[in-house]
């Protein structure tokens, strides 16, 4: 009987001469749980980190069970922590380019080999140019009302509108707050949806915003082109979604029509070998339902590796016995 090796790890870090399992570009939480799961089934993993996570500005991270309230980057501390129980490399750089195979190569580094590659990249975060906006982000200045609505629940709160989907997020609000505001900003609002909102309670302020005010690093209202000021403890907006997904496009994955990569439920791209996970391609994903995905993914990886392992020792194995025969 011939014997079969699977890929396991022996501790080395990554010299661009061996061929890992699996490359992770991205050490958020999808890419992270991706690790753990493929390092317990002893596949030889590698996850390359920018350290440049969606969620950093933010103090706190909710709606994780077990994990509420925890700080993103502590969650991130941990999870370095338990892939490391399990042998996974981490390396900190930024991928620079990607060739079918896989090779990896990173800026200034080594060009890592892999057979499959799951991309976990993330998205940007457009936000309104507005003075204030970027210093308040995460902060007081906010996205999604279940992540940190009930933390400035009961206060005056203002929905800025940048998006048309900021009727729903000021309809939506007003379960944690009796006192809201959309300030239309670049919206128009229907008739249907100004009835809505004036229904639920929600108060329209017409008008540009011009600036966050801000007054001993807390956020006290919004100024408008007219010089009012909307007196308020925090603002909602939504912001543009922007994924990081160029090396996805590089690898010539499939887009839909809203121009987001397409996947099925395991997070498989249209490219052979190649699984992409979390907010690059979801926007929605909250940190929770991004890490669910990264151990979909990561089943599925594990699934195909071992097809292609046993198909290859089964080549191997015919191989062997017609040598045998002809001796």
Not at 73 to 96: H, K, N, P, Q
Not at 165 to 194: K, M, N, Y
Not at 207 to 221: C, I, S, T, Y
Not at 238 to 255: M, V
Request: charged letters at 25%; hydrophobic letters at 45%.
């Amino acid at each position: 009987m011939i014997k079969t090796t699977v890929n396991t790890r022996d501790g080395a870090a990554p010299t661009g001469d061996e061929v890992h399992d699996v490359v992770v570009i991205g050490a958020g939480a999808s890419g992270l749980s991706a690790a753990l799961l493929l390092g317990r089934a002893r596949r030889r993993v590698v996850v390359i980190d920018a350290g440049e996570p969606r969620n950093a500005p933010a103090a706190h991270m909710h709606g994780f069970l077990s994990r509420d309230g925890l700080s993103p980057a502590t969650l991130l501390d941990l999870g370095r922590a338990e892939i490391d129980r399990y042998g996974v490399d981490i390396v900190r750089g930024r991928v620079e380019h990607v060739e079918p195979g896989y090779d990896v190569r990173l800026e200034g580094g080594p060009v890592i080999r892999a057979r499959r590659l799951l991309v976990a990249t993330g998205l940007r975060d457009e936000l309104p140019d507005l003075p204030g906006v970027r210093e308040r982000w995460g902060k007081d200045l906010l996205h999604c009302p279940y992540c940190h609505a009930h933390e400035v629940r009961d206060q005056p709160l203002a929905v800025l509108g940048t998006h048309p989907g900021a009727v729903h997020q000021a309809l939506l609000l007003r379960q944690w707050s009796e006192d809201i505001v959309l300030l239309t900003h670049a919206l128009e609002l229907s008739p249907q949806e100004r009835e809505q909102l004036e229904a639920f309670g929600v108060r329209i302020v017409e008008g540009r915003a011009v600036r966050l005010v801000v007054e001993d690093d807390r956020l006290r209202g919004i100024e408008l082109t007219d010089g009012r000021v909307i007196p308020r403890t925090a603002v909602f907006l939504f912001p543009r979604p922007a994924p990081r997904d160029d090396l996805l496009a590089l690898l010539g994955c499939a887009k839909d029509d809203q121009g987001w990569v397409v996947t099925d439920r395991t997070g498989r791209t249209s490219v052979p070998g190649v699984w992409a996970v979390g907010n690059v391609v979801d926007p929605r994903a909250q940190v929770i339902a991004a890490a669910g995905m990264g151990s979909t993914a990561a089943f599925a990886i594990n699934t195909d590796l071992l097809h292609e392992d046993v198909e290859r020792a089964a080549a191997r194995h015919r191989a062997h016995r017609a040598t045998a025969a002809l001796t």
